[in-house]
């Protein structure tokens, strides 16, 4: 026989589960989650950008032009 534990729950299962502690905790106070300051939010996604556009310009920055080499002197 199979165990009905958490773990044995398929996908849709366990998100209709997490949607009923959910709706349990608002209806009762239990809420977990703090709503995340805009700042952070802004910031966060300020500092993924210019860290993509460095990421960006180093990896698209012209190599440096080889000169042609004059007879090799032995």
Partial sequence: MKSREWFDLNPWQFQLLWWAFERYGREYGLSKHKAVP??????GLIALLGIGILTGQAVHSPNPKLQ???EVVK
Avoid: D
């Avoid at 805009?38 to 910031?43: F, H, K, S, T, Y």
């Fill in 38 to 43: 805009v700042r952070a939010v802004v910031g």
């Fill in 68 to 70: 042609p080499q004059a």
